[in-house]
Nanobody, 123 residues
Framework: QVTLVESRGGMVQAGSSLRLSCEAF????????VGWFRQAPGKERELLCA????????VFADSVKGRFTISRDNSKNMVALQMNTLKPEDTAVYYC????????????????WGQGTQVTVSS
């Protein structure tokens, strides 16, 4: 069993940057592919990006491609989400999650979740 803890989000202005991290406890992070999701009020949870166990492969949703990056440091059991050029529509609760499925770009493959952290982008 793995426990995931996201760093605190925050409130930022449009155009600024914010970095979130996700730390794993209980099992080595290297066991898992890791994804970042978000859920805005009244909307479904959305897979933003994901990174493979080794970090060699990444996938991004069109909504964040070119603005967000994902990276991992398995020696620290940590995955980071760097968010640049933030927009008001990026406002949501952000979650990290893990998958052991080879199809880690499929949202339903993620079985363990962090508690979520609020990111608010003001215009």
């Amino acid at each position: 069993q793995v426990t995931l803890v996201e760093s605190r989000g925050g409130m930022v202005q449009a155009g600024s940057s914010l970095r979130l991290s996700c730390e794993a406890f209980g099992r080595p992070f290297s066991y898992y592919h890791v994804g970042w999701f978000r859920q805005a009020p009244g909307k479904e949870r959305e897979l933003l990006c994901a990174i493979s166990q080794s970090g060699a492969s990444t996938v991004f949703a069109d909504s964040v491609k070119g603005r967000f990056t994902i990276s991992r440091d398995n020696s620290k059991n940590m995955v980071a989400l760097q968010m640049n050029t933030l927009k008001p529509e990026d406002t949501a609760v952000y979650y990290c999650a893990v998958s052991r499925d080879v199809s880690f770009s499929v949202p339903s493959s993620y079985k363990s979740w962090g508690q979520g952290t609020q990111v608010t982008v003001s215009s």
